[in-house]
């Protein structure tokens, strides 16, 4: 096995997954993390649909390597119902989103093909 350092990670994704029944405790929570990261991240579009490999509607969230962990374990301890796919952006969408994916909540099965 050939170990990879994390300098190959550039930033790091969460995706907040959400439906119609749980769409506004997703904005609700959308907004709690505006105000608590205050624009230390970088909030994509409410999506209600599905986009890309993502089964369920979302929204992403973008952030360093660096704010890693503080914002992973807020989000860990803050996601209530909602579920949260967390992916690290090395160039290999595929491998990233598949292989070296992390879930807090439930997982859900991604649409891979997107990204062959």
Same mark, same amino acid.
């Not at 350092?5 to 405790?25: K, L, N, P, V």
């Not at 649909?49 to 390597?65: C, E, I, N």
């Given at each position: +096995?050939?170990? !990879?350092?994390t300098?190959?990670? *550039?930033? $790091?994704?969460?995706?907040?997954? /959400?439906?119609?029944?749980? !769409?506004?405790?997703? $904005?609700t929570?959308? *907004?709690?993390?505006?105000?608590? #990261?205050?624009?230390?991240?970088?909030?994509?579009? /409410?999506?209600? !649909?599905?986009?890309?490999?993502?089964? +369920? #509607?979302?929204?992403?969230?973008? /952030?360093?390597?660096?704010? /890693?962990?503080?914002?992973?374990? $807020?989000?860990?301890?803050?996601?209530?119902?909602?579920?949260?796919f967390?992916?690290?952006?090395?160039?290999?969408?595929? !491998?990233? @989103?598949?292989?070296?994916?992390? $879930?807090?909540?439930?997982? @859900? *099965?991604?649409?891979?093909?997107?990204? +062959?």
């Amino acid at each position: +096995m050939t170990f !990879r350092d994390t300098s190959a990670i *550039e930033s $790091w994704h969460a995706h907040i997954y /959400f439906d119609s029944s749980s !769409r506004d405790a997703a $904005w609700t929570f959308r *907004e709690q993390i505006e105000a608590h #990261w205050n624009g230390q991240l970088q909030i994509g579009r /409410f999506h209600e !649909r599905p986009v890309g490999p993502h089964p +369920m #509607w979302s929204y992403q969230l973008a /952030f360093t390597h660096a704010q /890693f962990a503080d914002v992973v374990g $807020w989000l860990t301890l803050n996601h209530g119902a909602l579920d949260v796919f967390l992916h690290p952006n090395t160039g290999d969408a595929l !491998r990233d @989103h598949r292989d070296a994916a992390v $879930w807090i909540g439930h997982s @859900h *099965e991604l649409v891979l093909k997107a990204l +062959m």
